[in-house]
């Protein structure tokens, strides 16, 4: 059973950075597009970022220019950077791993933005 852990989040002003990463028990990154969600309290989860296993990314509106994903598959690694957070941007924050026959989720770790 694969598991995905999230680490990073925490608490910060508008404008700040955080930077959110993702392991995995298993060697599944060069198998796997990774994502990242996420989801607000009284809201549906939001994908905001994916990249696939050669390394193309994409992102919602509301993150871009402003979020970078990136994948090491040797570490098992996915991270998210994220600048010039707004209040808005508070969730609880979702690793994915997905391809067509199965998926992955972490457990979600909560970042929040507030002066």
């Known amino acids: 059973q694969v598991q995905l852990v999230e680490s990073g989040g925490g608490s910060v002003q508008p404008g700040g950075s955080l930077r959110l990463s993702c392991g995995s028990s298993?060697?599944?990154?060069?198998?796997?597009?990774m994502s990242w969600y996420r989801q607000a309290p009284g809201k549906q989860r939001e994908l905001l970022a994916r990249?696939?296993?050669?390394?193309?990314?994409t992102y919602a509106d509301s993150v871009k220019g402003r979020f970078t994903i990136s994948r090491d598959n040797a570490k098992n690694m996915v991270y998210l950077q994220m600048n010039s957070l707004k209040p808005e941007d508070t969730a609880v924050y979702y690793c994915?791993?997905?391809?067509?026959?199965?998926?992955?989720w972490g457990q979600g770790t909560q970042v929040t933005v507030s002066s």
């Open positions: 298993g060697s599944i990154f060069g198998l796997y597009s």
């Open positions: 990249i696939t296993i050669p390394g193309f990314t």
């Open positions: 994915n791993a997905a391809r067509p026959d199965r998926e992955y």
